[in-house]
């Protein structure tokens, strides 16, 4: 199954710590970060800041972003299985 969407990282606005900044991901990653922001009722912002706050140093944003999105749907897999 291939995801929908152009495979290439765009880049995408986000303000954290209240500044402007961007993170390069892919269409799907991207739409599955807009997701988990809205079942959680938040703002793209608000997670990112999140996830932003839990990563490490030696990680980058959008790839903390990924493994965010991967481990949450991991989570969903295994509740339903």
Same mark, same amino acid.
């Given at each position: 199954?291939? &995801?929908?969407?152009?495979?290439? &990282?765009?880049?995408?606005?986000l303000t954290l710590k209240g500044? !402007?900044?961007?993170?390069?991901?892919?269409? &799907?990653?991207?739409r599955a970060f807009l997701e988990?922001?809205?079942?959680?009722?938040?703002?793209?912002?608000?997670?990112?800041?999140?996830?932003?706050? %839990?990563?490490?140093?030696?990680?980058?944003?959008?790839?903390?972003?990924?493994?965010?999105?991967? %481990?949450?749907? !991991?989570?969903?897999?295994?509740?339903?299985?």
């Amino acid at each position: 199954m291939t &995801p929908k969407g152009d495979l290439r &990282p765009r880049k995408h606005s986000l303000t954290l710590k209240g500044h !402007r900044t961007s993170v390069s991901l892919e269409d &799907p990653f991207w739409r599955a970060f807009l997701e988990i922001a809205r079942e959680r009722n938040m703002s793209i912002s608000a997670l990112a800041s999140e996830i932003d706050a %839990a990563r490490g140093l030696d990680c980058g944003l959008a790839s903390a972003i990924r493994v965010h999105i991967l %481990a949450h749907y !991991r989570a969903m897999a295994e509740r339903q299985a």
